[in-house]
T-cell receptor, first 110, second 113 residues
Framework: RKEVEQDPGPFNVPEGATVAFNCTYS??????FFWYRQDCRKEPKLLMS???SGNEDGRFTAQLNRASQYISLLIRDSKLSDSATYLC???????????FGAGTRLAVHP | EAGVTQFPSHSVIEKGQTVTLRCDPI?????LYWYRRVMGKEIKFLLH????????ESGMPNNRFLAERTGGTYSTLKVQPAELEDSGVYFC???????????FGSGTQLSVL
């Protein structure tokens, strides 16, 4: 079983749509949770950290359920520029290394 | 402020050859990490330096990989001898403190033929 599981997609959505990605992680000791965005042939870039109480940054909302070891990302009013791979990332349980999911591809079309 | 820079951006070598990848972290960042993504797989941790010391090298696949960070500034990752399965994108990342935002370099695409 992978340490971080994501639906690979692709999710093909029209501009303006709302789309949700889910992720599960296996290490109950993980303390830090993130969503990264990776454009084709580019490096991963931090989109947002995920906090227990849930957090929002503009059109993006992240949620964490520690009991279920489940993380989600909601994107509202999708833009063409949101097309990318979204990586669910957790820490390895108190250590300084990050565990990456394989990513979920999003394609937003006109 | 310059970001994390990696050199070369691409490297194509034959099986059995040696390749050295370089990473220059953001100035002042004590923490430096190497990650890699092999074809079709997720990005995986290789190792973590704090200044010049190896904090965690649990992700290094085997003894053909050698990472150094002499002087605690830039780091090199040498693969000797390279094998076909080493092909992938090698990312370097840095941060000032381990609980701070991690910045990634644009990666080195390594192709072993």
């Amino acid at each position: 079983r992978k340490e971080v599981e994501q639906d690979p997609g692709p999710f093909n959505v029209p501009e303006g749509a709302t789309v949700a990605f889910n992720c599960t992680y296996s290490n109950s000791a993980s303390q830090s949770f993130f969503w990264y965005r990776q454009d084709c042939r580019k490096e991963p870039k931090l989109l947002m950290s995920v906090y227990s109480s849930g957090n929002e940054d503009g059109r993006f909302t992240a949620q964490l359920n520690r009991a279920s070891q489940y993380i989600s990302l909601l994107i509202r009013d999708s833009k063409l520029s949101d097309s990318a791979t979204y990586l669910c990332v957790v820490d390895s349980g108190g250590y300084n290394k990050l565990i990456f999911g394989a990513g979920t591809r999003l394609a937003v079309h006109p | 402020e310059a970001g994390v820079t990696q050199f070369p951006s691409h490297s194509v070598i034959e099986k059995g050859q040696t390749v050295t990848l370089r990473c220059d972290p953001i100035s002042g960042h004590d923490n430096l990490y190497w990650y890699r993504r092999v074809m079709g797989k997720e990005i995986k941790f290789l190792l973590h330096f704090v200044k010049e010391s190896k904090q965690d090298e649990s992700g290094m696949p085997n003894n053909r990989f050698l990472a150094e960070r002499t002087g605690g500034t830039y780091s090199t990752l040498k693969v000797q001898p390279a094998e076909l399965e080493d092909s992938g994108v090698y990312f370097c990342a840095s941060n000032r403190a381990t609980n701070e935002k991690l910045f990634f370099g644009s990666g080195t695409q390594l192709s072993v033929l």
